[in-house]
């Protein structure tokens, strides 16, 4: 996974049809594609990571909270501050974009949802989402023996646990700065994004190769509809962008296809 960093282009200018012309881009697609990034769980309570005040990357060092050289450097600080995130998806419930993706599913040929985030919440919404950046509800060894745990409840919150299978250190089953995307993970997106209408909601569009799956959708005759609050990397290429947020948009852009009910 790599970020490439670097001022957001201003944002299009926009009009009140925009809302209207994503519902009939929706109500002729077959197959839909959806990325979701951090932005569609900030109304959960869930803190985004680039946003400039409130995002965990302005607090927080990510090449030492989210790199295998920041683990090996000192396990207990990484593993406290997953526990910490841990604590913070346990008490926080999907939101209303969760639950209209969720409801949305069954009403297309094909509804594929990918996701970098790796809160569950899609999970809990009732969507089985591709997980490009894994989950911090399952533990992995280290040493990658094999050994996979799914359950956060049993982790203790202070010290990394070792390894039952070679004693190594237990880690979160997340992709950190500088390691490869799953291979079958990131071809099972790749194959999501022959779409014809790709959303991309809540993304700063600025860590690949999650960030590059638009364009793939976009060169392959997809349209992509952006629903972000702010400016991003990707909305050069949407066909339309909602200025709003992902828990007020989702509801209203798929009410009007009388599939999915208004939360
Ligand atoms: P970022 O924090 O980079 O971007 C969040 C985006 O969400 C920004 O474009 C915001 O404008 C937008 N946003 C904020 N509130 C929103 C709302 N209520 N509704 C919709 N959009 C909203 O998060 P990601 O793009 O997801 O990797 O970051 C990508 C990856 O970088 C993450 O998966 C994470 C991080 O390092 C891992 O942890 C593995």
Excluded at 48 to 54: V, Y
Excluded at 100 to 108: D, E, I, K, V
Aim: glycine share 8%; charged share 20%; with cysteine.
């Amino acid at each position: 996974m790599v970020c490439r960093d670097g001022p957001a282009p201003a944002g299009r200018r926009l009009n009140s049809a925009s809302l209207d012309a994503a519902r009939e881009y929706l109500a002729h697609a077959r197959r839909v594609a959806v990325l979701t990034g951090a932005g569609n769980s900030a109304e959960s309570g869930i803190p985004t990571f680039r946003d400039a005040t409130s995002g965990l990357w302005a607090k927080f060092d990510p090449m030492q909270l989210a790199s295998e050289d920041g683990f090996r450097a000192d396990p207990p600080l990484v593993w406290r501050w997953y526990a910490w995130r841990r604590g913070l998806v346990a008490n926080a419930q999907p939101n209303a974009g969760h639950h209209a993706l969720a409801s949305a599913q069954s009403h297309f040929d094909s509804f594929e949802l990918i996701t970098q985030n790796v809160d569950g919440l899609h999970t809990r919404a009732g969507s089985a989402p591709i997980e490009l950046h894994g989950s911090i509800l399952r533990t992995v060894c280290l040493a990658r023996c094999g050994f996979s745990q799914g359950d956060p409840v049993s982790l203790p919150p202070g010290e990394p646990p070792r390894c039952p299978q070679c004693n190594d250190w237990l880690r979160p089953d997340v992709v950190w700065f500088g390691e490869m995307l799953d291979g079958a993970t990131l071809q099972r997106a790749q194959a999501a994004a022959r779409c014809d209408l790709m959303l991309v909601i809540g993304t700063s569009g600025l860590v690949y190769p999650a960030a590059g799956l638009p364009a793939e959708a976009l060169r392959r005759g997809a349209k992509v509809i952006i629903v972000n609050p702010q400016a991003s990397d990707l909305d050069e290429l949407a066909t339309i962008v909602l200025r709003g947020t992902a828990a007020v948009e989702l509801p209203r852009l798929f009410a009007a296809t009388d599939a999915v009910p208004s939360h």
